[in-house]
């Protein structure tokens, strides 16, 4: 069976790991752990394709230790017991390490038997999960470990990848590479900071290019800019509709709209509508008119409403016009959260104290029983007085001075301030 190209230019060195700098240079904390011999259990939590699995390996071969690999997504308690196993044998003199790739699919009974073997050193736990490990992963096992953060690789890290991955493949073929201007970098870029799906589109690259004679008889292989193009994935789009990117992605658009960044709101209102997520976007949207915009602009609501609905009827690709106008509306419109602070508030004081007895007058009942201090209603009828507006409590009496909202400082919210506190004022 042929080895895979990614397999076949592993690094084996930490230098000739791509990306990851701030955790491999010289005197960065993973490195000095690594250099120093002596390795604890660690967590590796990022996406596919940036080194998890290739940094785990060089750590086993540095440590002299035994290295056995399984995935969360096939592994089972037996598979576990066979690595304890080892651990007890010649085999294991210098230690076991255990990587355990995906770690977030073993169930909590399957993690809880990792958990003596940890505790008396049996083994050495290196895992890795492309989800959030606070959210996945067993605490016992967070608590027993270190977690390091492998992030995407940069493009220009990306391209020392592929270049090398394109001589690999020219000189197991025996051919003089000619590449287009570009190429590299256009797949380090498409790819998305994923070295491996780089590496895949390269022997894509070269499986779908011809074999020429060049100059002196030599045999040729030339990649164009078109093959590049046509073959790199879009694994820039990286998403994951039940994982960490997907609210990731919706995060960072809230967060630019609130922050009136309509360029950066539509690139992420892009990336959902390109993976074709249009109600997440939708729903999203509807939330940010009522609790970044509000009171500031009332009219976001309903306006993003009918937008949403368009986009709903429409589908793609139509939909994304209605919703760029509703991304552009939001991130221009001005911010108001009073009502949202208010409500918040309310909620709080009821989660405190628990809901508090209604003023008599508020109460839907006109008759009072035989130990009443205060017999009858006395509700005043707010449209019988001028202005239709009278004053009388309407907080519990436990909450009578109490203040939720409290208006921002627009136009729209401080017009309604100054009309209220005109009609309000005591005579």
């Not at 073997?117 to 270190?146: C, H, K, M």
């Not at 020392?160 to 020219?170: T, Y």
């Not at 939330?287 to 009219?299: C, F, S």
Request: proline share 5%; aromatic share 8%.
């Amino acid at each position: 069976m042929a080895v895979p190209l990614a397999e076949r230019i592993r690094p084996a060195s930490l230098d000739d790991v791509v990306g990851q700098r701030e955790l491999l240079d010289k005197g960065r904390p993973l490195r000095r752990i690594i250099e120093g011999g002596r390795i604890p259990n660690m967590i590796f939590y990022g996406p596919s394709g940036v080194g998890k699995t290739t940094v785990a390996r060089i750590i086993a071969e540095n440590a002299g230790m035994m290295l056995h690999r399984l995935n969360g997504t096939s592994a089972s308690v037996a598979d576990i017991k066979e690595v304890i196993g080892d651990s007890r044998s010649l085999y294991g003199t210098n230690g076991v390490l255990l990587y355990l790739d995906e770690i977030q699919y073993l169930n909590k009974k399957q993690q809880q038997s990792l958990l003596e073997y940890i505790e008396d050193g049996s083994i050495t736990l290196i895992s890795s999960t492309t989800e959030n490990p606070y959210f996945y992963v067993y605490n016992a096992i967070i608590s027993r470990s270190t977690v390091f953060e492998f992030k995407p690789v940069p493009p220009v890290e990306c391209a020392r990848a592929v270049r090398r991955a394109f001589s690999k493949l020219a000189d197991e073929m025996g051919a003089e590479l000619r590449l287009d201007d570009g190429v590299c970098e256009y797949i380090a870029r498409g790819c998305g900071g994923d070295v491996r799906k780089s590496v895949n589109t390269v022997e894509l690259c070269v499986m779908s290019s011809e074999v020429k004679a060049g100059a002196g008889g030599t045999a040729e292989l030339h990649i164009t800019a078109d093959t590049a193009e046509q073959l790199t994935q879009r694994s820039n789009m990286r998403y994951d509709r039940a994982g960490d990117q997907h609210y990731d992605i919706l995060s960072a658009l809230q967060k630019s709209i609130r922050g009136s960044d309509e360029n950066a709101a539509i690139h992420y209102a892009a990336r959902l509508i390109e993976a074709g997520d249009i109600i997440s976007l939708s729903r999203r949207l509807l939330v940010i008119a009522a609790e970044d915009v509000g009171l500031a602009y009332p009219q976001a609501l309903p306006i993003v409403k009918a937008c949403v609905d368009s986009a709903m009827q429409l589908g793609l690709p139509e939909a994304r016009i209605p919703l760029a106008d509703a991304v552009i509306l939001l991130a221009t419109a001005p911010k108001s959260n009073s009502a949202y602070l208010a409500m918040d508030a309310a909620i709080g004081d009821l989660k405190l104290a628990g809901a508090n007895d209604f003023p008599r007058h508020l109460q839907n009942k006109h008759f009072d029983g035989e130990g009443a201090a205060v017999r009858g209603q006395h509700y005043l009828y707010p449209h019988d007085y001028p202005n239709h507006w009278v004053e009388q409590q309407y907080l519990p009496d436990a909450l009578a001075d109490k203040v939720y909202y409290r208006p921002a400082p627009n136009k729209n919210e401080q017009a309604i301030k100054a009309y209220w506190e005109k009609i309000k004022v005591k005579k």
